[in-house]
């Protein structure tokens, strides 16, 4: 069975970091691009960043470049997501998720692996 567990996720100040982690289980981590994507408060999906299997690939959404930094440690199958400079805009419940091949969509379904999710808070 597979499994995503986000973990980090929390209240902090704006302009304060967060790091969120990823623990996979029961797939072959090493064989999966891994994305980061969230959904504020009464919006749709936002996708967030992406991963190749071996890291040489990174995307970023325009709204988080230079902010968020994705990374991943496939011996300890484990994703990443270093988060500076937060802003109010950046609350959501952040998801960690997985597919074969590159995907940069706001649709669940074009996953085939799905976390529960961790909430970020961004507010003084």
């Known amino acids: 069975q597979v499994q995503l567990v986000e973990s980090g996720g929390g209240l902090v100040q704006p302009g304060g970091s967060l790091r969120l982690s990823c623990a996979a289980s029961?797939?072959?981590?090493?064989?999966?691009?891994m994305y980061w994507v969230r959904q504020a408060p009464g919006k749709g999906l936002d996708w967030v960043s992406g991963?190749?299997?071996?890291?040489?690939?990174?995307y970023y959404a325009d709204s988080v470049k230079g902010r968020f930094t994705i990374s991943r440690d496939n011996a300890k199958r484990m994703l990443y997501l270093q988060m500076n400079s937060l802003r109010s805009e950046d609350t959501a419940v952040y998801y960690c998720?997985?597919?074969?091949?590159?995907?940069?969509?706001?649709?669940?379904?074009?996953?085939?692996?799905w976390g529960q999710g961790t909430q970020v808070t961004v507010s003084s």
């Open positions: 998720a997985a597919s074969k091949t590159y995907r940069r969509s706001n649709i669940k379904d074009d996953y085939e692996y």
């Open positions: 029961g797939l072959t981590f090493n064989n999966y691009w």
């Open positions: 991963i190749s299997t071996r890291s040489l690939n990174i």
